[in-house]
């Protein structure tokens, strides 16, 4: 079976799924030759990056400014990787709001 150039496989989709919940996932993706050259893997690679680089800060800055205790919201700031993660399972092109069209202005993807 040949593979059609703008089409997204099933392990297009494992991969840019992965990727959200764990960024190292993204990060390996956007060093294999193979994977970085298909695009649905690309964008959804640096996307993931960029929203987990995001959640991290937000955990950070809510942490520091409850002395603390916003540290205990980390797992559930983390749980907002799943939904990005589903959807790209499902074969779409996220579009996170600010995250999206900054990677675009880039020309990340």
Not at 48 to 68: D, E, H, K, M
């Amino acid at each position: 079976m040949t593979e059609q150039p703008g089409s997204v496989t099933s392990d297009d989709k494992l991969w840019s799924a992965l990727g959200y919940p764990i960024p190292l996932i993204a990060i390996i993706v956007l060093l294999m030759e193979d994977k970085k050259s298909r695009p649905f893997i690309k964008f959804h690679a640096v996307q993931s990056l960029i929203f987990n680089v995001a959640v991290w800060v937000l955990i950070f800055v809510v942490s520091a400014v409850t002395l603390g205790f916003g540290a205990l919201c980390a797992p559930l700031l983390w749980l907002a990787t799943l939904w990005p993660a589903f959807d790209s399972y499902k074969g779409n092109y996220t579009e996170i709001p600010v995250i999206t069209k900054f990677m675009k202005n880039q020309g990340w993807a």
